[in-house]
């Protein structure tokens, strides 16, 4: 739906992703002519966390829809969103929740399952020092 930058800057703003600030800036539509849209801007790489951000994108898509834009997806594009985001059950609350799906709960749920992962697989890593483990910082 159409939203100015300032509209999508306020609404993004309001869910406090960490590690990111959203920013107006002048562009080039399809047609050449100028534009202002918005930029997502990296303002702390550790403290981001992109899969938060394209959730709330999600939420806010469904939002702003006037039908839930994930409900009219065809057999193939549902195939394509959930090989990308890497999760049946996301799509499924999207479908069952629309603007309504609680981002924080798929979070909090997907980081304990990833740190369990994590601790059952470090004996098997190449570099023990990597990323997220105390001996890397």
Known sequence: ???????????????????????????????GKA?????VEVSDWDKWDPTELSFYMHKQ?????RLNPFV???SEEQRSFKIH???NAWFAALLRDGGKVDVPLFLKNWSER???YREQTRKFWLYPWARGTDGGK
């Open 72 to 74: 009219g997806l065809t």
């Open 114 to 116: 990833a740190a369990i």
């Open 1 to 31: 739906p159409k939203k100015t930058p300032d509209e999508i800057i306020a609404t993004m703003n309001a869910y406090k992703i960490p590690g990111i600030t959203f920013v107006k800036r002048q562009g080039s539509g399809s047609d």
């Open 61 to 65: 898509a469904a939002k702003w829809s």
């Open 35 to 39: 534009i202002t849209g918005v930029y």
């Open 85 to 87: 985001v890497g999760s």
